[in-house]
């Protein structure tokens, strides 16, 4: 295969009491074959002594092929991709989480695409999980994608993670806006991308271990469910003509979340809009239960005593 040269990398990594982990991430990257890259570590103020791996003597101390950032307070794995994005210099920017790992080819395989049709702005393809599973959206061919095609995508299976690369200047123009929702801001490149390319390839290993730390992240939240409504909301608004063509069912989870948000903030009106579009949409029973619900008196205060059930039992649950 040609080595490309020319064109720059960036990785990114964004990092949070993972130490142990870091390193099969960040080694990953250092061992690629393809060596014009640029490595960002952002660490979202880790409590774990992270930082002595870039200073003094520490392993990663002085390489040239890494940036650290270290953010100044916690502010979520959203805003330490932000980061990221804004410090990159690269051509193009590749997102790695910081227990994942690229495989060796990874870089050279997708520059190698891009060399050959200079016009693709975005690639993404699937992982092997670390039990021999294959991660991402339903294809199983190499093909270039329209963003009507992505955006209506299902996955493989539950975990949904695929390598992501897009060129710098399109990823400058959006941000990650909260927790747990990365999907919007590919969805949102996708729609200024002149080519969007599928590699059916798997280009990384998706570690599925879960530390106690990831899953109480993952427990009921009153605060961030009220903050992801409002980006959901406008989400919803902005595709939804493209799902109603293309995928409605798709329309369904977004709009059940953006409704418990909005009815967790009292939002009460807005909230049943949205509840009434799952419901049509994905005529599944929760999101009809939940609009029933959202037509109950005192609906809001509901909704906040089951949430705090379950988080109770969540909890639980983990410790």
């Known amino acids: 295969m040609l080595q490309i040269t020319t064109m720059k990398i960036s990785i990114i990594i964004p990092t949070y009491n993972r130490k142990k982990e870091l390193t099969r991430s960040i080694d990953s990257v250092l061992s690629q074959t393809y060596k014009n890259i640029e490595l960002l570590v952002v660490d979202d103020a880790s409590s774990d002594f992270t930082n002595e791996y870039f200073l003094g003597d520490g392993k990663y101390a002085n390489n040239p092929k890494i940036i650290y950032i270290r953010m100044l307070k916690n502010g979520g794995v959203h805003n330490a991709r932000n980061r990221g994005i804004q410090s990159a210099t690269g ?147 902005d595709f939804e003509n493209e799902m109603n063509e293309y995928c409605p069912a798709k329309l369904a989870p977004y709009a059940y979340g953006a409704a418990v948000g909005l009815m967790l903030d009292n939002q009460h009106m807005e909230a049943v809009k949205m509840a009434r579009k799952a419901a049509l949409n994905g005529r599944q029973s929760r999101y009809v239960c939940f609009l029933l619900l959202t037509l109950l008196p005192f609906s809001p205060l509901i909704l906040r005593l089951l949430f705090n059930i379950k988080k109770y039992i969540y909890e639980r649950n983990i410790y």
């Open 91 to 237: 051509e193009f920017i590749a997102f790695l989480d910081s227990d994942d790992e690229l495989l060796p080819n990874t870089l050279s395989i997708v520059a190698g695409v891009t060399e050959r049709d200079k016009e693709i702005d975005f690639i993404l393809g699937p992982f092997w999980t670390d039990k021999g599973e294959v991660t991402g959206i339903d294809l199983s061919n190499s093909q270039y994608l329209n963003p009507s095609r992505y955006v209506c995508s299902i996955t493989h299976h539950h975990h949904k993670t695929c390598f992501v690369m897009v060129r710098s200047t399109i990823a400058r123009e959006n941000e990650f806006k909260v927790q747990n929702l990365d999907f919007m801001f590919y969805r949102y490149v996708a729609r200024k991308c002149r080519k969007i390319y599928y590699l059916s390839t798997c280009l990384g290993i998706y570690h599925t271990e879960q530390s106690d730390m990831t899953k109480a992240r993952r427990a009921p939240n009153i605060n961030l469910s009220i903050c992801r409504a409002k980006a959901l909301v406008r989400f919803v608004r």
